[in-house]
């Protein structure tokens, strides 16, 4: 299971969906075994099937060890490395998966000439060492000079490289997926009153601009693969052209909003899984 450290807002939601995902298994015949991530970094698990919601480092190291050994490992201790905002960025950027104008920073070096040189006013400041943890992780700014300061905050709060996005206006979409099957949701968090941080205020309320759903689905399809991410979610901008930009990938999520229709399809994947390593 994921420690809670690591489901700001969401430790509930996170517990809901992987036990729901393990009964679903369980009924498919699977005999599952959860343990904590705290007994996971301990050396507890010895089964060499392991589905994950870890996001500690040292969790995600021994993931990665325990692939190397021939373990069946899902989510991808890789893949979860991967969905760190700086890595993100460059896998993303380096496949052509849709996604903002990026500059990746050391967070004590100046920035405002860079910005303005880059075109950037509106603009969001993300750590690029890890996922975010607190809201102050992920900070909109207005104009190159309080990017400034924020990156400023960063370095004294010991945070060495940070991600910054040019803002893209239009509707913000939130959507879950499951490499592999046709499960795929998606909706506007806003306007349902679904956030983490509040940061869905910034684009507001969705206008309803027409956009391809299947193209959306395609693009987050490939992040999945160059990512090595089967269970996902993320957020994504469509522009008033309708064009879609993914601004975030997440390594599985909540699926609050879908939990009970996403569960089946994450069980589906991992036996999936399971056939082709047999």
């Known amino acids: 299971m994921r420690a809670g450290a690591y489901s700001p807002n969401h430790i509930g939601n996170d517990a809901a969906i992987f036990n729901a995902a ?9 005999e599952v075994n959860i343990y904590s991530e705290e007994q996971f970094i301990a050396g ?16 995600i190291h021994l993931l990665q060890k325990r692939e190397d050994e021939g373990a069946l490992v899902i989510n991808s201790g890789y893949g979860i490395e ?13 496949s052509n998966i849709p996604y903002p104008d990026s500059l990746m920073v050391n967070t004590d070096e100046g920035i405002t000439a860079a910005l303005k040189k880059a075109g950037f006013t509106q603009c969001w400041i993300k750590r690029g ?27 004294l709060r010991g945070i060495r490289r940070a991600v910054i996005n040019r803002h893209l ?20 968090p806003f306007d349902e009153g679904h956030s983490k941080y509040g940061h869905e205020a ?13 193209h959306m689905r395609d693009i987050c399809q490939r992040a999945s693969e160059v990512l090595d991410v089967k269970i996902y979610g993320g957020d994504c901008i469509v522009s008033p052209e309708g064009d879609i930009r993914i601004i ?13 229709d996403a569960a089946p399809y994450i069980a589906k ?4 899984a399971i056939k082709e390593r047999k």
Not at 22 to 30: E, H, I, V
Not at 203 to 214: A, L, M, Q
């Open 22 to 30: 393990a009964d679903q298994l369980r009924k498919r015949g699977c």
């Open 44 to 59: 507890d698990v010895k089964e060499d099937i392991i589905i994950n919601m870890c996001r500690e480092m040292r969790s």
């Open 82 to 94: 991967n969905c760190t905002r700086e890595r993100m960025t460059r896998i993303l950027l380096g």
């Open 129 to 155: 060492d890890f996922h975010a943890m607190h809201k102050e992780d992920v900070s909109y700014v207005r104009h190159p000079e309080e990017a400034q300061e924020v990156l400023q905050e960063y370095f």
């Open 169 to 188: 206006v239009g509707d913000l979409i939130k959507f879950y997926g499951v490499q592999g099957t046709p499960f795929f949701f998606w909706f506007y």
């Open 202 to 214: 910034i684009n507001g309320k969705s206008t309803g601009i027409v956009f391809d759903e299947k």
């Open 248 to 260: 975030d990938f997440n390594d599985w999520p909540s699926f609050a909003p879908c939990r009970a």
């Open 269 to 272: 994947c991992i036996l999936t």
